[in-house]
């Protein structure tokens, strides 16, 4: 973790601002290495975050069973692992409407005149869950009035260009340098977190 400002106060400052905020969002351990620039004086800033490799997506194959009754014009799934099934419902629900979707008991879903593909449907994945948590922190992290954002991300490195006014190339060129020694850096660094007194 790096965080380069030509103030020293600043540094520190962001620093535990930085190493407080993963704590709260409780991504401390997701977190491979994150990298902050920061320049009041141009006005920029600039923060690189990059995460741990996170579990495959869970899909309905899975956790459950599905069979099409044509007759009935429904899908009958038979749960085998209910951990899954609040998601589950939430997503077929976007998808197909509550109404077509009825739930006989906590291991069967039923779904009236079916829309959806359910072979290969993701229910869970991980690494979405990660990154809305990642720029949840992302936007707690960035100095009030940095409200021009330039937006990166590649494989699992997501970075935010922030000024005042409007970004300029030598800013997103500063980025793409942070990101490239991100990705040529193999070390993980260890990211501790502020003891509470």
């Avoid at 020293?8 to 991504?27: C, F, K, N, P």
Wanted: charged share 35%.
């Amino acid at each position: 973790m790096q965080v380069e400002c030509y103030d020293e106060t600043g540094r520190e400052v962001y620093d535990m601002i930085l190493r407080q905020i993963l704590q709260d969002v409780q991504i401390v351990r997701a977190v491979k290495d994150v990298r902050i620039y920061i320049d009041p004086r141009d006005p920029i800033f600039i923060i690189a975050i990059q995460y741990q490799k996170t579990a495959p997506p869970v899909l309905l194959d899975d956790f459950a069973e599905y069979k099409y009754d044509a007759e009935a014009n429904e899908v009958f799934i038979r749960i085998e692992d209910e951990n899954y099934l609040p998601e589950l419902l939430k997503k077929l629900w976007e998808i197909e409407g509550r109404n077509k979707i009825h739930q006989p008991s906590r291991y069967e879903v039923i779904i009236d005149d079916p829309q959806v593909k359910l072979e290969g449907l993701v229910v869970h994945d991980p690494e979405e869950d990660l990154k809305k948590k990642i720029y949840d922190a992302l936007f707690r992290i960035v100095p009030e009035g940095f409200r021009v954002m330039e937006h990166f991300s590649e494989g699992n490195i997501i970075a935010l260009t922030c000024s005042d006014e409007y970004i300029k190339e030598e800013y997103l060129e500063k980025t793409r340098k942070i990101v490239k020694e991100m990705k040529e850096n193999k070390k993980s660094y260890e990211i501790t977190t502020p003891k509470s007194s």
